[in-house]
């Protein structure tokens, strides 16, 4: 049963780092592209941060770029977003996703495998 679980979200004051983690069971990360979204209240669904299939290519929103990193740990079969100099803008519910069928970062890809989401909160 392939399943993403995300980790990591909690209040936290403006200016604050957090470490939100991607774990994936029932398939292996390594070989696809995953996103990371967030979805602020009353909000439609954002896309945050996007790690192609080897690697190679890195996006950001451009409300994060600078403050936002993306990594990937075959080890650990995880992918992990640190985030650094948190704004209160940034609070929302955090998934992860997997597109199993494509190797790039880009506007069409169709993400086949959703985590439940987990929170993050900066406070002013």
């Known amino acids: 049963q392939v399943q993403l679980v995300e980790s990591g979200g909690r209040l936290v004051q403006a200016g604050g780092s957090l470490r939100l983690s991607c774990a994936a069971s029932?398939?292996?990360?390594?070989?696809?592209?995953i996103g990371w979204f967030r979805q602020a209240p009353g909000k439609e669904r954002e896309g945050v941060s996007c790690?192609?299939?080897?690697?190679?290519?890195?996006n950001f929103a451009d409300s994060v770029k600078g403050r936002f990193t993306i990594s990937r740990d075959s080890a650990q079969n995880t992918v992990y977003l640190q985030m650094n100099s948190l704004k209160p803008e940034d609070t929302g519910v955090y998934y992860c996703?997997?597109?199993?069928?494509?190797?790039?970062?880009?506007?069409?890809?169709?993400?086949?495998?959703w985590g439940q989401g987990t929170q993050v909160t900066v406070s002013s």
């Open positions: 790690i192609s299939s080897s690697g190679a290519q890195i």
């Open positions: 029932g398939f292996t990360l390594e070989h696809n592209t």
């Open positions: 996703a997997a597109d199993v069928d494509t190797i790039l970062c880009y506007s069409g890809n169709a993400w086949d495998y």
